[in-house]
């Protein structure tokens, strides 16, 4: 006798249920394990610049930029940095070398920012009298930017420094002739002597040519605009490319005839100091305090002195590499804090008493 075996419904079902496991692991994506998240490197904190609004009622029409580092030393030092013609504050903040030397030291940095509005260029209008007078235009402006940050940020009186470039430097000496109590020194880099032009013609042709004017009718110039109660002045550093196709080094040397004159030094009385970064012509006072630094460099154009940078980063217009940098210069120079710091030279003999007539 044959016998059938029938399934019985519990294999049934298990059959079933295998059957149905394989098509949906079939029909189901595969899922993998998440992989363990890889821990970026620590980068260096980025020098960004930070637009500033209502610093005052900025009759230049200016922009304020401003880098605060992470950590900042004392005593707190302002460094106001005007930029050149077709370059923006960003621009030169990245390019000059001024970003890494504020982070590593400690300095605030200021960038006033020209405006297409204001010229076309991006040049500040260091040539019209409006815009350089006394507590008007764009001087006025860079003045309010300055007192902005110095009751922000806590800066002391006796550490604010300006440097510019081009335009920037006019811009700059006009600064520092105007309001000589209000900086410790300033470092003017392809610039132009205050009251060499006074309309745009005029500016062109003096940055080309230069100025014939003696050295005391340069420094009534300058004195023409200082106030009465000023009674200190500010160290200056000139710097000026020998080969310079844009600002002629005939307007450098008018510059050094302005401040000699301002501070009544003789032009022989000056000494050439030569050191690894370069040789200069430097003027000290009776303690050895440098008052004024002239620095002739052969076969630089027009632009600013930087220290080479790394072949994969972004070059800048008017950023000239080479082995010395003008800021890293101006701050071993002039900023860099002293356990001594010699007290700022008064200026009672020359300018005051010419700006009242005496002899």
């Known amino acids: 006798m044959r016998f059938k075996f029938s399934m019985s419904p519990l294999s049934a079902m298990l059959r079933s249920q295998k059957r149905l496991s394989r098509s949906l692991q079939k029909a189901m994506p595969k899922f993998r394990l998440p992989e363990a998240p890889k821990v970026a490197k620590p980068r260096a904190p980025r020098s960004v610049l930070v637009q500033v609004n209502a610093f005052g009622s900025n009759p230049g029409r200016l922009r304020m930029m401003e880098y605060v580092p992470p950590v900042r030393r004392e005593p707190q030092t302002l460094v106001v940095v005007l930029h050149g013609c077709l370059q923006t504050a960003e621009d030169y903040h990245r390019g000059s070398g001024w970003s890494r030397l504020a982070r590593d030291k400690g300095l605030v940095l200021l960038y006033p920012e020209q405006t297409r509005a204001n010229n076309r260029n991006l040049c500040f209008n260091w040539f019209r009298p409006s815009m350089v007078a006394r507590d008007r235009g764009e001087l006025m402006s860079i003045r309010q930017m300055i007192e902005h940050s110095v009751e922000r940020h806590g800066i002391a009186r006796d550490r604010i420094f300006v440097q510019g470039l081009s335009a920037g430097g006019a811009m700059g000496n006009a600064m520092l002739v105007t309001y000589p109590d209000l900086f410790a020194a300033g470092q003017v880099v ?142 071993e120079m002039f900023i860099r804090p002293r356990k001594a710091t010699a007290k700022r030279t008064a200026i009672s003999s020359p300018r005051s008493k010419r700006r009242s007539g005496q002899s």
């Open 190 to 331: 392809g610039g132009l002597p205050f009251g060499a032009a006074r309309d745009a013609m005029g500016a062109l042709s003096v940055m080309k040519s230069g100025s014939r004017r003696s050295r005391q009718e340069w420094g009534d110039l300058a004195r023409s605009v200082g106030s009465a109660e000023d009674s200190t002045m500010p160290a200056v550093s000139i710097w000026q490319g020998g080969a310079d196709r844009v600002v002629s080094p005939l307007n450098a040397e008018a510059l050094l005839a302005q401040w000699l004159d301002l501070y009544g030094l003789d032009e022989a009385s000056g000494s050439r100091e030569v050191r690894a970064e370069g040789a200069s012509l430097i003027w000290r006072d009776a303690v050895g305090k440098v008052l004024v630094e002239y620095r002739l460099l052969d076969g630089l154009d027009h632009g600013l002195p930087v220290i080479a940078r790394h072949a994969n980063q972004k070059r800048q217009p008017y950023m000239l590499e080479g082995a010395i940098g003008a800021p890293q210069q101006f701050f």
